[in-house]
């Protein structure tokens, strides 16, 4: 009998978990200051509902996950740093919780603040 016939199921993870978990990912990146939304209706419908996560998208093709974050960096921040470490965090993240690397990690930059005193 070969491993695979002694199978007794799969494992599925939702995108929301995955969300879940690149969201913890970005989250602790030095210079991120908030999630970003896609685009106006993304926001209105983030707005209207308590499910979803805000500024991540998942993409499950087959075996490939692919994940598009959207952030705010804090003003004078190096964007470049910032984007690169949010993409190794998160691909070490999704690859820790799930076994499986993400086959992309897509940072966009979707503003700056600043938050020093006024």
Known sequence: MSNDERSLGRVEVAPAAIASVVNHAVRQCYGVVDMANKNLTESIAH????????????????????????????????????????????????????????????????????SGPD
């Open 47 to 114: 707005l209207l509902s308590k499910e979803g996560h805000q500024g991540i998208d998942i993409s499950i093709v087959g075996n490939d996950i692919c994940i598009d974050v959207y952030v705010i960096i804090e003003y004078g921040m190096r964007i470049s740093a910032v984007a690169n470490s949010i993409k190794n965090s998160v691909g070490f993240h999704v690859e820790k919780s799930l076994g499986v690397p993400a086959k992309e990690v897509n940072v966009y930059v979707n503003g700056l603040r600043f």
